[in-house]
DNA sequence: GACCAGGCACATC
DNA sequence: GATGTGCATGGT
């Protein structure tokens, strides 16, 4: 993964993630960007604080219907109101509000927390970690697992942990290096791997095993 | 109008 | 355990 790594950052520079004020900002990001482009993601956050509502306690207390309505933009507003509401309760009630106290928790044991919450799953997780708490978690999405597998370094089918962990064996666990490997790996997805077939001028295409095939899937 | 976007939970077989 | 489906807005 060195070579994928340092191939990425010659090509883009480092990324200067994630695109966010504050701790609480990175986490109400990571719930509200699920399978959501960044773009109206950013608008919900923007009305949120305009609202003067990004803060855990005052956000926790609006009604859950005006809060959908402040992250309308994001997309599956509904829905993401109350995964939002189960992350905010449990910093309200199990850590008195108190953001940096929870991130300072034990890593493996906030993980075990964030991952009971309905609505957060493995990435979300993980970006929470890594990104807020600044714990380092490598953060596999869909452009991680795609770009990946396009490139025959992991199988398509590849779980979550499994391309994890093919991410982080050849790489020093430093949190400066899970997130701009993360932040590049998305960034290189999203101008090169999006469409089928492979893209020629991605600066990942010459290191492709030779006469490897594209899969059919994705 | 189709397709895509920095997932996740739940139903069904 | 694998596979399918609902959730929804805004840009290309």
Known sequence: MHD???RLLDHFGPQAWWPAETPF??????????NTSWANVRRAIDQIREAGLLEPTALYKLDPEELAELIRPCGYFRLKAGRLRNLLRLVVEEYGGDVEAMLADDPDELRRALLAVNGIGPETADSILLYAAGRPTFVVDTYTH???ARHGRIDFDAGYHDVQEYCTA???CDVQT????????????HEHCRKRPRCAACPLADLL??????????
């Open 25 to 34: 900002e990175v986490m109400v990001g990571a719930v509200l960007t699920q």
């Open 209 to 218: 095993p030779d006469g490897r095939p594209l899969e059919p899937g994705e």
């Open 146 to 148: 795609r770009v990946l």
């Open 170 to 172: 050849s790489l020093e």
């Open 178 to 189: 899970y997130n701009e490997l993360h932040a590049l790996l998305v960034r290189v997805g």
């Open 4 to 6: 994928v790594y340092r």
